[in-house]
C-alpha cells in the first residue's frame, strides 16, 4: 500500500496558527507581566532579522531597477511612456491608501505606546526632529555625506538617493556597467533567498510578539483588524471603480466588459493571492485583443515589477495603521516623505513572500513608526494579499491598454470584436 505524504503547510498558514497561537496564550495570561519577559527576546529577534535585510535589499533593487531604466536612449518612447504611466498611477494608489487611513483611522483607539509600555522615544524623536526641520534642512539631509554611515545608520532616504545615482551611473556606462549589473542580480537573488530563510521563522515571531501585545492590554485590540480588512477592501474597489474605470472609458473598454474578459483570471489570482499564475493568460489575451506583441512582451513583465498598484495601496495604508495604533500623529510633510519612499522602496521588488514586510520596515524606520507593529497585521497579511493581488493583475493587464492606445498601435476594431465574441461565448457556457 502506498503512502501519501502530507503536503506541508504553507507560510502563509503558519503565520496564521502562530497568531492564533500568540492570541491564545495572550489571552490565557493576560496582565502576566512574565509572558513579556519570556516572549519579546523571541520576537525582538525576528525584527533585528528583518531590520537586517532591509538596505541590502533596497540598495541592491533599486540600482538594478534604475539601471535597467535609466537611460532613455536605449528604452525609447515606449520605455519612456510605461514608466510615466507606472509612476502616476503608483502615485494615486499610494495617496488612495493615505486617504482612506487617514479617514477611517483603522489603528485608532488604542494607545499601543502606552499599554504595553513600549520605549518608542526614538521614533517620537524621529518624527519631532522630522517636523522641526525646515524644507533646506530636510532636503540637504537627503544628501548623505558617506553612503556607509548611511547604511550603518539606516538613513534610508540617504541610501535611495545615492541608489538612484549609482544606478543611473550604471545604466549610462552601457557595456562596462553590465559586469556591476550582474553583480547586483546575484546579491539581490542572495538577498531575496535570505527573506525566504528569515521568513521561516516568521510564525515564531509572530507568535511571540502577538502574544506579548495581547497579554499586555487583552483581546479587544483585535478589533482593528478586521477594520483594517474592511477598509482596504472597500478602498480597493473603489480604487478599481473609479480610477482604473476611468482610464478604461479613456481606453474605450467599459468595466463590465473587462471584468467578464478577465474574471477567471482575476477569481485565479485572488484565491491564489498570486499575480505571476495568470501572466501567461493575461498576455495571450491582451494580444488578442488587439495589443501588439511587443509592447505586450515589454509592458506586462515590467509591470510586475514596477506598478503594483494594489500593493502600495496597501503598504500606504498599513504604515499609517501602525502608527495610529502607536498613537503617533504623522503631519502632512512626514506622509509625503512615506509616498516619496514608498514610489522608490517598492520599484524592483520581487514577489517573493516577506518581501511587503521589507518594504513596510523601510518604510516605517523613515518616518518614524515602531516596526514591531508589523507582527499585529502579518497574520491578516494573506487576506489582504488576496485583493491587493487581485489590483496588482487590473493594474498591469489595463497598462498594455493604454500603452498601446497611447502609442496608436491599439486595433480598435480587433478589440471591440474580441469583446464580442468573448460575450458570445460565455453566454453559451452559461446556457
Same mark, same amino acid.
Given at each position: 500500500?502506498?503512502?501519501?505524504?502530507?503536503?506541508?503547510?504553507?507560510?502563509?498558514?503558519? !503565520?496564521?496558527?502562530?497568531?492564533i497561537?500568540? !492570541?491564545?496564550?495572550?489571552g490565557?495570561?493576560?496582565?502576566n507581566?512574565?509572558?513579556?519577559?519570556?516572549?519579546?527576546?523571541i520576537?525582538d529577534i525576528?525584527i533585528?532579522?528583518m531590520?537586517?535585510?532591509?538596505?541590502?535589499i533596497?540598495?541592491?533593487?533599486?540600482?538594478?531597477?534604475?539601471?535597467?531604466?535609466?537611460?532613455?536612449?536605449s528604452?525609447?518612447?515606449?520605455?519612456a511612456?510605461?514608466?510615466?504611466?507606472?509612476?502616476?498611477?503608483?502615485m494615486i494608489?499610494?495617496f488612495?491608501?493615505?486617504?482612506?487611513?487617514?479617514?477611517?483611522?483603522?489603528?485608532?483607539?488604542?494607545n499601543?505606546?502606552?499599554?504595553?509600555?513600549?520605549?518608542?522615544?526614538?521614533?517620537?524623536?524621529?518624527e519631532?526632529?522630522?517636523?522641526?526641520?525646515?524644507?533646506?534642512?530636510?532636503?540637504?539631509?537627503?544628501?548623505p555625506?558617506?553612503?556607509?554611515?548611511?547604511?550603518?545608520?539606516?538613513?534610508?532616504?540617504?541610501?535611495?538617493?545615492?541608489?538612484?545615482?549609482?544606478?543611473?551611473?550604471?545604466?549610462?556606462?552601457g557595456?562596462?556597467?553590465?559586469?556591476v549589473?550582474?553583480?547586483?542580480?546575484?546579491?539581490?537573488?542572495?538577498?531575496?533567498?535570505?527573506v525566504?530563510i528569515?521568513?521561516?521563522?516568521?510564525?515564531?515571531?509572530?507568535?511571540?510578539?502577538?502574544?506579548?501585545?495581547v497579554?499586555?492590554?487583552? !483581546?479587544?485590540?483585535?478589533?482593528?483588524?478586521?477594520?483594517?480588512?474592511?477598509t482596504l477592501?472597500?478602498t480597493?474597489l473603489?480604487?478599481?471603480?473609479?480610477?482604473?474605470?476611468s482610464?478604461?472609458?479613456?481606453?474605450?473598454?467599459?468595466?463590465?466588459?473587462?471584468?467578464?474578459v478577465?474574471?477567471?483570471?482575476?477569481?485565479?489570482?485572488?484565491s491564489?493571492?498570486?499575480?505571476?499564475?495568470?501572466?501567461?493568460?493575461?498576455?495571450?489575451?491582451?494580444?488578442?485583443?488587439?495589443?501588439?506583441?511587443?509592447?505586450?512582451?515589454?509592458?506586462?513583465?515590467?509591470?510586475?515589477?514596477f506598478n503594483?498598484?494594489?500593493?502600495?495601496?496597501y503598504?500606504a495604508?498599513?504604515?499609517?495603521?501602525?502608527?495610529q495604533m502607536?498613537?503617533?500623529?504623522?503631519?502632512i510633510?512626514?506622509?509625503?516623505t512615506?509616498?516619496?519612499?514608498?514610489?522608490?522602496?517598492?520599484?524592483?521588488?520581487?514577489?517573493?513572500p516577506?518581501?511587503?514586510?521589507v518594504?513596510?520596515l523601510?518604510t516605517?524606520?523613515?518616518?518614524? !513608526?515602531?516596526p514591531?507593529?508589523?507582527?499585529?497585521?502579518?497574520?491578516?497579511?494573506?487576506?489582504m494579499?488576496?485583493?491587493r493581488?487581485?489590483?496588482?493583475?487590473?493594474?498591469?493587464?489595463?497598462?498594455?491598454l493604454?500603452i498601446a492606445?497611447?502609442?496608436?498601435?491599439?486595433?480598435?476594431?480587433?478589440?471591440?470584436?474580441?469583446?464580442s465574441?468573448e460575450?458570445?461565448?460565455?453566454k453559451?457556457?452559461?446556457?
Amino acid at each position: 500500500m502506498a503512502v501519501t505524504k502530507r503536503k506541508p503547510l504553507g507560510l502563509a498558514w503558519q !503565520i496564521l496558527i502562530g497568531l492564533i497561537l500568540g !492570541i491564545t496564550v495572550g489571552g490565557i495570561f493576560y496582565g502576566n507581566p512574565h509572558v513579556a519577559e519570556w516572549l519579546k527576546p523571541i520576537g525582538d529577534i525576528f525584527i533585528r532579522m528583518m531590520k537586517m535585510i532591509v538596505v541590502p535589499i533596497v540598495f541592491t533593487t533599486i540600482v538594478l531597477g534604475v539601471s535597467s531604466v535609466g537611460s532613455p536612449k536605449s528604452l525609447g518612447r515606449l520605455g519612456a511612456k510605461t514608466l510615466g504611466y507606472f509612476t502616476i498611477v503608483t502615485m494615486i494608489a499610494i495617496f488612495t491608501g493615505l486617504f482612506a487611513a487617514n479617514l477611517v483611522e483603522p489603528g485608532a483607539g488604542i494607545n499601543m505606546a502606552t499599554l504595553q509600555k513600549t520605549d518608542i522615544s526614538t521614533y517620537v524623536a524621529t518624527e519631532e526632529t522630522t517636523k522641526d526641520q525646515g524644507l533646506v534642512e530636510k532636503i540637504v539631509s537627503i544628501v548623505p555625506t558617506n553612503i556607509l554611515d548611511a547604511m550603518v545608520r539606516g538613513d534610508m532616504l540617504a541610501i535611495i538617493f545615492f541608489s538612484v545615482l549609482f544606478g543611473l551611473g550604471v545604466g549610462f556606462a552601457g557595456e562596462k556597467g553590465l559586469p556591476v549589473v550582474r553583480f547586483f542580480e546575484g546579491v539581490a537573488a542572495a538577498m531575496f533567498n535570505l527573506v525566504n530563510i528569515v521568513m521561516k521563522f516568521a510564525p515564531i515571531g509572530v507568535f511571540a510578539l502577538i502574544g506579548v501585545t495581547v497579554s499586555t492590554f487583552g !483581546i479587544e485590540s483585535l478589533g482593528s483588524l478586521f477594520k483594517l480588512i474592511g477598509t482596504l477592501y472597500v478602498t480597493a474597489l473603489l480604487f478599481m471603480v473609479i480610477v482604473f474605470g476611468s482610464i478604461m472609458k479613456w481606453v474605450g473598454v467599459r468595466v463590465s466588459d473587462f471584468v467578464r474578459v478577465f474574471k477567471d483570471e482575476l477569481l485565479l489570482t485572488y484565491s491564489t493571492a498570486s499575480s505571476e499564475t495568470v501572466l501567461p493568460r493575461v498576455m495571450e489575451k491582451l494580444e488578442k485583443m488587439g495589443v501588439p506583441k511587443s509592447i505586450v512582451s515589454f509592458v506586462v513583465p515590467t509591470g510586475y515589477s514596477f506598478n503594483l498598484d494594489g500593493s502600495a495601496l496597501y503598504q500606504a495604508m498599513a504604515a499609517l495603521f501602525i502608527a495610529q495604533m502607536y498613537n503617533i500623529d504623522l503631519s502632512i510633510g512626514t506622509q509625503l516623505t512615506l509616498v516619496f519612499v514608498l514610489m522608490l522602496t517598492s520599484k524592483g521588488m520581487a514577489a517573493v513572500p516577506g518581501v511587503s514586510f521589507v518594504v513596510l520596515l523601510a518604510t516605517l524606520g523613515t518616518v518614524g !513608526i515602531p516596526p514591531e507593529g508589523l507582527a499585529f497585521i502579518a497574520g491578516i497579511d494573506r487576506i489582504m494579499d488576496m485583493m491587493r493581488s487581485v489590483v496588482n493583475v487590473t493594474g498591469n493587464t489595463l497598462a498594455s491598454l493604454v500603452i498601446a492606445k497611447w502609442e496608436g498601435v491599439l486595433d480598435s476594431d480587433q478589440l471591440d470584436e474580441f469583446m464580442s465574441t468573448e460575450g458570445k461565448q460565455d453566454k453559451v457556457k452559461s446556457a
